[in-house]
């Protein structure tokens, strides 16, 4: 079949990969001149089932009402009457029970370790080097309450799969010796040994190139999805800024820009842009930089040491499809991260960025066909796209071949 896959992010290029693996024509559209310009671009870098849990819960929904009047949070909420924000908004509070919080938990953590497996396996068949590093990554907490809440939430994923250890403060500078200068600020963490870290941008240029040569994948890049084209209940094209694409089917996968493009099309797909930061600097001294992934929970900051480098991430923003930013976006970012690994890194020489997590209002991303016989969706996998996009791929293409799904489907396909 002629597959068109909408977006060249780390989602579509991996769905893009299992489907020309499976015998499909696949052209990816991407209105950038390379791959992984949008979201996938800088993320924390964290491959991390053990950050599976959903954002909605009814601890969120404390900090999200909070958000509005108390500047400084590590979430911030710039309200809005923007009618999709207030329709997305409208739906998390629907999801932010205890119950929905962990139904929403179990799914994404049974696709996230599922993922796992696929991208390791893709980086063994491709031997794509992405500054992986597969240590685990220390999630943990500045007080004994914060830590005892997150074991308890961890503990969790430690029933449905996840290995995990809560460790004292001595077990976590044993683990990680970078936070020893800042042990006596920590309580403690919990230890998460199969997540691993990588930098996808450099994976998903890795695993483009490697489509193109091995499988015959076509990037159109520098080509903007204006609409489709369709007969009936059938998708026969793609319009664009560079003319039509003829397709038997296409893939959603425009990450923060799918709920706008789903919107038009008539479908219900609340797919909203959720602003994060990172920086990435070298390391001075790479002794004294981290030697895995970690999350520093009770100040929202995730980090990954991607070869001789330190990618720090925090904060979620909603404001709008604002991509701007500033340096003083970063202060306190680049406070912490000082704290945490003094004298690693000069300031002066970091990248900064910011992105957009395409998030759902249940942290759910949604796979399968659409409205039309042949339209797909691949997308609205928020804050952990990076963890779960290869196993979506695969995922997806065992729907599209009428095959049963590896893992159990449940709360994973798409319904209008
Ligand atoms: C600060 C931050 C930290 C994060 N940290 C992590 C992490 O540690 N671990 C993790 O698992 N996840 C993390 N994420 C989330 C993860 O990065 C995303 O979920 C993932 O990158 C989404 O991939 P995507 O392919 O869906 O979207 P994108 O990467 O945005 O790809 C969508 C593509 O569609 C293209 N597109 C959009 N509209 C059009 C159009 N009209 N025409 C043509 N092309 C179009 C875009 O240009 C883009 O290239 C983080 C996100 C942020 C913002």
Same mark, same amino acid.
Not at 108 to 117: D, P
């Given at each position: 079949?002629?597959?068109?896959?909408?977006?060249?992010?780390?989602?579509? !290029?991996?769905?893009? +990969?299992?489907?020309?693996?499976?015998?499909?024509?696949?052209?990816?559209?991407?209105?950038?001149?390379?791959?992984? $310009?949008?979201?996938?671009?800088?993320?924390?870098?964290?491959?991390?089932?053990?950050?599976?849990?959903?954002?909605?819960?009814?601890?969120?929904?404390?900090?999200?009402?909070?958000?509005? +009047?108390?500047?400084?949070?590590?979430?911030?909420?710039?309200?809005?009457?923007?009618? %999709? &924000?207030?329709?997305?908004?409208?739906?998390?509070?629907?999801?932010? !029970?205890?119950?929905?919080?962990?139904?929403?938990?179990?799914?994404?953590?049974?696709?996230?370790?599922?993922?796992?497996?696929?991208?390791?396996?893709?980086?063994?068949?491709?031997?794509?080097?992405?500054?992986?590093?597969?240590?685990?990554?220390?999630?943990?907490?500045?007080?004994?309450?914060?830590?005892?809440?997150?074991?308890?939430?961890?503990?969790?994923?430690?029933?449905?799969?996840?290995?995990?250890?809560?460790?004292?403060?001595?077990?976590?500078?044993?683990?990680?010796?970078?936070?020893?200068?800042?042990?006596?600020?920590?309580?403690?963490?919990?230890?998460?040994?199969?997540?691993?870290?990588?930098?996808?941008?450099?994976?998903?240029?890795?695993?483009?190139?490697?489509?193109?040569?091995?499988?015959?994948?076509?990037?159109?890049?520098?080509?903007?999805? %204006?609409?489709?084209?369709?007969?009936?209940?059938?998708?026969?094209?793609?319009?664009?800024?560079?003319?039509?694409?003829?397709?038997?089917?296409?893939?959603?996968?425009?990450?923060?820009?799918?709920?706008?493009?789903?919107?038009?099309?008539?479908?219900?797909?609340?797919?909203?842009?959720?602003?994060? +930061?990172?920086?990435?600097?070298?390391?001075?001294?790479?002794?004294?930089?981290?030697?895995?992934?970690?999350?520093?929970?009770?100040?929202?900051?995730?980090?990954?040491?991607?070869?001789?480098?330190?990618?720090?991430?925090? !904060?979620?923003? &909603?404001?709008? &499809?604002?991509?701007?930013?500033?340096?003083?976006? &970063?202060?306190?970012?680049?406070?912490?991260?000082?704290?945490?690994?003094?004298?690693?890194?000069?300031?002066?020489?970091?990248?900064?960025?910011?992105?957009?997590?395409?998030?759902?209002?249940?942290?759910?991303?949604?796979?399968?066909?659409?409205?039309? $016989?042949?339209?797909?969706?691949?997308?609205?996998?928020?804050?952990?796209?990076?963890?779960?996009?290869?196993?979506?791929?695969?995922?997806? !293409?065992?729907?599209?071949?009428?095959?049963?799904?590896?893992?159990?489907?449940?709360?994973?396909?798409?319904?209008?």
């Amino acid at each position: 079949m002629k597959i068109s896959v909408l977006g060249a992010g780390v989602v579509g !290029t991996a769905a893009a +990969y299992y489907l020309a693996r499976d015998g499909h024509e696949v052209t990816v559209i991407e209105r950038h001149p390379g791959p992984a $310009q949008g979201t996938s671009r800088s993320n924390a870098g964290l491959v991390s089932p053990g950050d599976a849990t959903a954002w909605a819960s009814p601890a969120a929904l404390k900090t999200f009402i909070q958000s509005l +009047y108390t500047p400084g949070l590590g979430i911030k909420v710039r309200p809005s009457l923007d009618p %999709m &924000f207030l329709k997305w908004c409208f739906r998390f509070l629907f999801q932010c !029970t205890e119950a929905r919080a962990k139904a929403n938990t179990e799914i994404k953590l049974r696709l996230a370790l599922y993922s796992r497996l696929c991208i390791n396996e893709i980086s063994q068949e491709t031997g794509i080097a992405y500054d992986e590093l597969k240590r685990g990554i220390l999630y943990f907490f500045r007080s004994q309450q914060s830590l005892d809440a997150g074991a308890r939430h961890m503990g969790f994923l430690g029933q449905h799969g996840l290995e995990l250890e809560v460790v004292g403060r001595e077990r976590l500078v044993a683990l990680e010796p970078a936070l020893a200068s800042a042990a006596r600020e920590i309580a403690g963490g919990v230890y998460s040994p199969m997540d691993q870290t990588g930098d996808s941008a450099k994976f998903v240029a890795g695993l483009a190139a490697y489509s193109t040569a091995k499988l015959g994948v076509k990037f159109a890049f520098d080509t903007a999805v %204006m609409g489709l084209e369709t007969e009936g209940e059938r998708v026969t094209g793609i319009a664009t800024s560079r003319g039509s694409f003829a397709c038997n089917a296409a893939v959603i996968s425009l990450g923060p820009e799918s709920g706008l493009f789903g919107g038009k099309l008539g479908l219900d797909l609340p797919v909203y842009p959720v602003k994060g +930061y990172t920086v990435t600097v070298p390391l001075n001294d790479p002794a004294k930089g981290p030697t895995m992934g970690g999350v520093d929970d009770d100040r929202m900051l995730a980090y990954s040491r991607l070869g001789d480098r330190l990618r720090i991430a925090s !904060t979620a923003e &909603f404001a709008g &499809f604002d991509r701007s930013f500033k340096p003083s976006d &970063f202060a306190s970012m680049f406070k912490t991260a000082k704290d945490l690994f003094p004298g690693a890194f000069d300031e002066a020489k970091a990248e900064l960025w910011a992105g957009l997590r395409p998030m759902m209002p249940n942290s759910v991303p949604v796979m399968g066909r659409a409205r039309y $016989q042949n339209l797909y969706l691949d997308t609205g996998h928020g804050h952990v796209g990076w963890t779960m996009a290869c196993g979506s791929g695969k995922f997806l !293409t065992d729907l599209i071949a009428g095959r049963k799904p590896e893992i159990d489907p449940s709360g994973l396909v798409y319904r209008n």
